[in-house]
């Protein structure tokens, strides 16, 4: 007789469908984005989303995500790491229930968590153990909580082992992308804003091998920081883009901005919060003091530069490689913000830019439905990173399963 885990496996193999539930809490440290999907066929061939929600973080925890990554307490990182975990399976039960299906339908939930700390390798292939180049990743939001509260098997930790093959650990999502959005004719570029920017590129009719990707630099991460401050945390964000629609782009803010080392580093590369996260922003809020800036005219900027370094990717390293690119299909908060489009617009004419709801796949859940999706391969025994697209060594299985 096989044991109940090995059964469970053999189950989830052999079905013809599958109801998986994809959790993610991005760099901009919002809230718990939940989707509720079901999968068919084993890469898988097809998928329908049945409900998306968004659970957002209290006041009280989203103040402790953004401290703990700055101050490195453990005992808050501690309780912080089961706080999450209730929260995330909170969010899980309530896809569940908004989609109409009982959690026991539900065959894994796949949680990238709340990434604390991201400490990649340098471009450089670095062969040395990883204590002696200080490289790591750290996703906090408890699974074993997950799997305890709704009683399903849950995937995380999905960053750790590409990275122990050599890779960034990011981004993840690329063969999600190439599964969902490449075309037989069309070169494309799939952009997600989030806190970090993030772009994919597919050219027309590429194998997984061919498409490459990596973190732009900031997304949505300095703007909203730069709103927490103006208002003294009266607004998270730039809600659509309308401080930076009634401010102007200061080009000597921008051109300090631009010179940023990191967007001169050569694919693969990723970033985050360590590199443009609190840090970062008092230094881009006393140069913009020192020029007597108002804060919509910062905020304006800052909304530029993430547009603008999108741009300057494009234009350093994947025209020189693709030569022409036909569209770029966007998802992630920064979709939402109809000002940072616009300028985005502007600087990649004649590109097409279109949403990925578009295509079918809600621009602010296609990351929650990618660890749907990548959860899935997981159990499939199939990889889930591109080392195109991260630098591994190989392709590699990621994450770690808790059972319920």
Partial sequence: MLPKVWRWLADYVAAKERWVIGLMSGTSADGVDAALVCLFGQRPDRLETIAFTTLPYPAAIRDAVLRVSQDGDVATLCWLHFALGELFAEAAQKVAQQGGVPLKRVALIGSHGQTDRHLPPSGRKN??????????????????????????AVISDFRAKDMAAGGQGAPLVPLVDWLLLRHRHKTRLALNI???????????????????????????????????????GAQTHDHEGAWAREGKVRQELLSWLMRHPYLRQRPPKSTGREMFGEGFLRKVLAQAEGWRLTPHDVVATLTAFTAESIADALRRFILPKVGKVDEVIVSGGGANNPTLMAMLRERLAPIEIRRSDELGINADAKEAIAFAILAHRTV?????????????????????????
């Avoid at 074993?144 to 009683?151: L, P, Y």
């Avoid at 806190?195 to 300095?222: K, Y």
């Fill in 127 to 152: 062969h040395k153990a990883s204590w002696r180049r200080k490289v790591g990743t750290l996703q906090i939001a408890s699974p074993a909580v997950i799997a305890f509260r709704t009683g399903v």
């Fill in 380 to 404: 499939m025994g199939l990889a889930g990173n591109l080392p195109s697209a991260t630098g591994a060594s190989v392709p590699v299985i990621l994450g770690s399963l808790t059972l319920p």
């Fill in 194 to 232: 989030g806190g970090i920017a993030n772009l994919t590129v597919l050219p027309a009719g590429a194998s997984a091998q061919e498409v490459f990707a990596f973190d732009t630099g900031p997304g949505n991460m300095l703007i909203d920081g730069a709103m927490r401050h103006f208002t003294n």
